[in-house]
């Protein structure tokens, strides 16, 4: 593969409702996508949204203010939203078929949350054989199950993802290798 062709950026699921909760990492998250927004950008390469719908009655219902994609990385006119139920960005929305329309075969996933959409959305790139680069600073994710918000990022980060399905490198050098 040609250096940065087809690199196409992923932002999962870094809307209003979760960034307002202050999930951990959540400077870092912030400027590590608004790094890659502005990189891939200028080189004019593709940046494609995902939003997780949970549901009726909840703060990420389909409408719902909460629901949008966070106003600190918000989409320009023009770049593809898409809306998901399920973990993986993939599952019933329409993206793998977008994606492949564009001809990806790099995705950069940066977002929200480690251990659920992003985890399972970097795994189903793996296997539709993108490769896959993930910013360091650029997932965050909450406490959960008696374990830290920084204990889970990081044990994904260096034990599920690095070497396995993905590449984690700082955001710089992620947008100096995907883009031209």
Not at 46 to 65: I, K, Q, Y
Not at 124 to 131: C, L, Q
Not at 160 to 179: D, M, N, S, T
């Amino acid at each position: 593969m040609d250096k940065g062709s087809g690199a196409a950026l992923l932002v999962v699921d870094v809307q209003q409702a979760l960034l307002d909760k202050g999930p951990w990492g959540k400077e870092q998250l912030v400027g590590s996508i608004a790094g890659l927004l502005g990189a891939f950008r200028a080189a004019g390469r593709p940046v494609v949204f995902v939003r997780h719908d949970d549901g009726p009655g909840t703060e990420l219902a389909f409408g719902a203010p909460g629901w949008q994609v966070a106003r600190e990385v918000a989409p320009l006119p023009g770049e593809r939203v898409f809306d998901k139920r399920f973990n993986s960005a993939f599952m019933g929305t329409g993206l793998g078929g977008h994606l492949e329309k564009l001809g990806a075969d790099t995705l950069v996933i940066a977002g929200m949350q480690t251990e659920y959409c992003i985890d399972a959305t970097i795994k189903s790139a793996f296997e539709r054989g993108y490769r896959v680069l993930v910013p360091a600073e650029g997932v965050a994710t909450f406490d959960n199950g008696g374990l830290a918000a920084g204990q889970i990022g990081r044990f994904f980060l260096e034990n599920i993802w690095q070497g396995r399905y993905a590449q984690v490198l700082p955001w710089e050098k992620i947008a100096e290798e995907a883009l031209p």
